[in-house]
């Protein structure tokens, strides 16, 4: 796929800062780059515009918003958005598919929802979930620290009568449970590469809790809960800078209709809803939301999974407080989490989400050795065997294994273009699927003098219904289309029309009979014929205008 920048590493801040600045410079038309908001750190949380401004005002056309970094050490998301951003402008003058869509239709992109937290993933050894900014401190534990200086935190094997792992004899680099037999021989305890904290020789180790704890997708208000129900959530919703600036740009922006929301890693595309069944969700919802979810199992090869039913682990205590939960629950926008990378896949054991509570140790283990197998076959450089440390406080201990950053979650470097293309190629097909305005058919008829009969047929051409979802109109969040006609003085019909829904194709009735036929039962409601009955002048000019937030917003004219 062309682009004008390449995407075989991972973009640090001001590279990243770089290419969407010279982007922009180069597609003034095309792209508009704005600041979202400024972190505590200072630097820029930026959404890039996608949209033909020469064709309208790109808030007036129907837009799917993409985002990345929401958690910092899922940088692949933030490359997968920065691709569709590359791809899409440097297409536009070649590609009559691509100009069609820019012209047609708007998309909004944060790259990097978390750039503090990203820059100190991508530089340093550290790992985090969401920012580098303390919460909730807590003392005591083995504290993460790159101890041999190779930039890279690993495990951490210390020998103990008391360890509950041993070596396995057939490879000295894996480790395997002791048996409950087992009463002589070497035996460890594995923690991540580090220093003791308050250590009085001989209480219980353990690994420190992060001081960096901070989750910004348990920290938006739908299904909020605080620390003590949920980790990580924050003082209150929206506590944070950078959630805030995109629930407040979400709020602009009421031409959302779609949401791809990027995260790593596990290879999936979890569906909403996330907090409640999907049998107790609009079956209308799970339909649609199903039908595109398909298109990005075809472009990435990834599972389609509904976050309550079968992506969390407990449904008492379930995760809350996500965007995509907020963007479909309180606005109606179908929103998808993209989980990018899978190495268990890669490594021949992918996981079985829809059962994955049955899965034992023993099954996790071999999975683990798989991953080590693959990685020093294709990614060697992110092994390392273990080698021997003196530690301050244990003495001699071993240090080495992977590098989980590169390895499980997020792709070595060169394998990270193909999830790039792929979550491109889906992007493109979710534009495709949005609400769209057209005004068909427009005819007059003289009755008399200065006396016209005017009509034209307002439609929806996307696969969606301009209230999108059955969630939206639930929460009477759904908007009729206006219809207005101008230049005229009205005799018969209204200045103003409201029509409530024009439905897309999706609520089109079709079936599959016994006896071989296919039929359509019945056509979506997806067209409106309006008749007017107005006075003008000979050669007066008369405009129709049809408009809707998610749908966009068109206009005809017709001279007498």
């Known amino acids: 796929m062309k682009t004008a920048f390449t995407y075989d590493h991972y973009y640090r801040y001001e590279e990243l800062k770089n290419v969407l600045e010279t982007l922009n410079k180069k597609n003034p038309d095309l792209m508009q780059l704005d600041v979202n908001c400024v972190t505590k750190e200072n630097r820029n949380q930026y959404v890039a515009t996608l949209s033909n401004t020469r064709t309208g005002d790109p808030l007036k056309k129907p837009a799917l918003y993409i985002d990345g970094n929401i958690h910092a050490g899922e940088v692949t998301s933030s490359m997968c958005a920065m691709h569709t951003i590359d791809y899409l402008l440097s297409n536009y003058d070649t590609d009559e598919d691509i100009r069609k869509l820019l012209d047609d239709y708007t998309v909004y992109v944060i790259p990097r929802v978390s750039p503090d937290g990203a820059e100190t993933y991508l530089s340093t050894p550290y790992t985090l979930r969401s920012v580098n900014r303390e919460y909730i401190k807590k003392e005591g534990g083995i504290k993460e620290q790159d101890l041999d200086d ?206 994955k509570k049955n899965e034992d140790e023993e099954k996790e283990l071999k999975r683990f050795a798989a991953i080590l197998k693959w990685t020093k076959e294709n990614a060697p450089q992110y092994y390392s065997s273990f080698k021997e440390y003196d530690h301050p406080t244990f003495g001699k201990v071993e240090i080495g294994g992977f590098n989980y950053k590169f390895t499980h979650q997020n792709p070595p470097e060169n394998l990270l273009i193909n999830e790039l293309e792929a979550d491109t190629r889906f992007n493109i097909r979710f534009l495709k699927t949005l609400p769209r305005l057209v005004i068909e058919d427009v005819k007059k008829e003289k009755l008399s003098e200065n006396i016209y009969k005017i009509s034209a047929t307002i439609g929806n051409l996307g696969y969606l219904s301009t209230v999108l979802t059955e969630a939206a109109i639930n929460i009477k969040a759904a908007k009729p289309v206006t219809v207005n006609i101008d230049g005229c003085e009205i005799i018969s019909g209204l200045k103003e029309t409201k029509i409530d829904e024009l439905s897309g194709y999706s609520k089109t009735l079709t079936g599959v009979y016994f006896y071989g036929n296919i039929s359509t039962e019945e056509n979506a409601k997806a067209r409106k014929k309006l008749t007017w009955v107005v006075r003008a002048d000979n050669d007066s000019r008369i405009s129709i205008t049809a408009s809707h937030d998610k749908a966009g917003k068109v206009k005809t004219e017709i001279t007498l």
């Not at 395997?176 to 037999?181: A, C, F, G, K, V």
């Not at 960096?212 to 959530?233: C, I, K, T, V």
Request: with cysteine.
């Open 150 to 355: 190779d930039g890279v935190i690993r495990m951490m094997r210390i020998k103990t009568p008391y360890g509950a792992w041993k070596k396995d004899p057939k490879d000295p680099e894996l480790m395997i449970l002791r048996d409950p037999s087992d009463n002589c021989g070497d035996f460890y305890d594995i923690y991540p590469e580090g220093l003791l904290e308050k250590y009085d020789g001989d209480e219980n180790l353990k690994t420190k809790e992060t001081e960096w704890g901070l989750d910004f997708n348990r920290n938006f208000p739908y299904g909020w809960f605080p620390e003590g129900r949920q980790s990580g959530a924050g003082d209150y919703p929206l506590s944070n800078i950078e959630t805030k600036a995109i629930v407040d740009f979400v709020l602009a922006h009421p031409n959302i209709a779609g949401a791809a929301i990027g995260h790593t890693s596990g290879g999936m595309i979890l569906c909403p809803p996330g907090t409640k069944p999907s049998s107790k969700a609009p079956q209308y919802d799970n339909k649609i939301i199903k039908a595109i979810a398909r298109m990005g199992e075809e472009e990435l090869g990834y599972k389609a999974l509904s976050i309550f039913d079968t992506f969390l682990s407990s449904q008492e205590f379930y995760d809350s407080g996500a965007l995509d939960d907020w963007m479909y629950e309180t606005q109606g926008i179908p929103a998808y989490t993209m989980e990018f990378w899978d190495v268990s896949s890669k490594a021949g054991m992918p996981y079985d989400w829809e059962n």
